[in-house]
């Protein structure tokens, strides 16, 4: 109880401090209170994570109270339409678990003939983040790894090396489409970055750091893998390998792909389709999930109340609409135009610095905080960059890298990591400490962000 009321009083007492900093530094009183309030459910979220859709809800409300900000802006800041867009997504991969499709995929990539450590290694890099970049994070990290657990115990070694190259490559894996991670839509939704401008410039940056960090994983865990081999040929069972995991492809799942596909296609083809219509930027990119997703609950319509009730995640939407009123709130009051102001004045007005300071800041944010967290706080801090004059597009790029691949860093940093450690622990008893992750989550981190950084800088193609 006394360490309950510590953090408590320690989470009141460091927001009233940020607020009242940004008061005396020259920020008008609601800009402060925006800033403590928004800092408060940031902490919240830290220090009390079961609570965190809590401190969201609180708040608001005193925004609204104080007047800080009214009821049609909370509307304006709200991102519906980034929460109508994951509603439909999740209903569609609700439809892909019922049909078994990422069993199936899992399965068909993991029949590699003679399998060595080597090339277990290197496949469920590549698997992790495919599917994260085409699906999400959660999701992936969730098929692939009872892939690991079951591969792994049938062989006889410790999942644990295993499952963190899963992760830390699924982490890579969803920067590289909007598809990938909840900030992924969340940018695109507020940069007017298209999906084209993602496979033409995340995908290709992706693909360099997952090939980067490969060698990483294959000496950091040579021990691991040596042994997986000698495992391998010790059972000497390839065939019966293939057929513990070998899944026929029956008509709902061959359905349940065709849709998939096709949706991806719409998506992929969203501002084209947008400029021969004449609608708005990214409404077709909206829109598609939701007519899918509405086709999926007529043909299914025996499972269309679980796929609203089970598979859409809505604690965690609420959370982010309500993020993303305090992140907008910010916005709305002109504190961000002042951070953003600020930041120049500090880096000389040197872009460069700019994309850099941006990037490890983010980073380093990710690394302790969710990522939607931090994105939504700085979203409006890279638009205050816009009344000045500057270019955004690089900072977007260093803005969704350093959310992403910022998570690799600690045990803590994305959704996927946690899910990860739940499941190794829960299933096979084994606890992944802070240190058995930190080691290859900072060196992998590092790499990858060093090599964003000289990307965004050096490369002309991303400004």
Known sequence: MKTLALKVFSL??????LGACAYFSGMNSQQALSIGIFSASILGTLFFWDFRLSFAFIGTAILLITNTIDLEHIIEFSSLEVILFLIGMMVVIGLLKDSGAFA??????????????????????VLSAALAATIDEVTSIIFVLAAILEICEYFEVNPMPFMIISVLATNIGSAATVLGNPIGILIASKSGLTFEDFIAKALPLSCACLLAIIPVF???????IKHFTEQVNKFGANDILIKLISIPADKNLRISLWIFGIMLIFISLHHRLEVVLGLPANTVLLAVPLIVSGAVMIWKNHRARKFIEKDVEWWTLLFFLFLFIQAGTL???????FIAKNMIDATGNNQ???ISSMLWISTIGSSILDNVVLVAAFIPVVQGFQALNMNLQPLWWALLFG??????????GSTANIVAVGILEKEKKIKV????WLGIGLTVGLITV????AVLIFLPFYR
């Open 433 to 436: 400490n802070f240190l058995n």
């Open 352 to 354: 460069n610095l700019l």
């Open 450 to 453: 060093l090599i964003v950084m």
């Open 403 to 412: 959310g992403c691949l910022g998570g690799n860093i600690t045990l803590i």
């Open 331 to 337: 916005k709305y009051t002109g504190a961000t135009v």
């Open 218 to 224: 294959l000496f950091w865990y040579r021990k691991s």
């Open 12 to 17: 009141f007492l460091f927001a009233f401090s």
């Open 104 to 125: 199936w995929i899992v399965s068909l990539i993991l029949r590699a003939p003679k399998l060595t450590g080597k090339k277990f290694v290197i496949l469920i890099t």
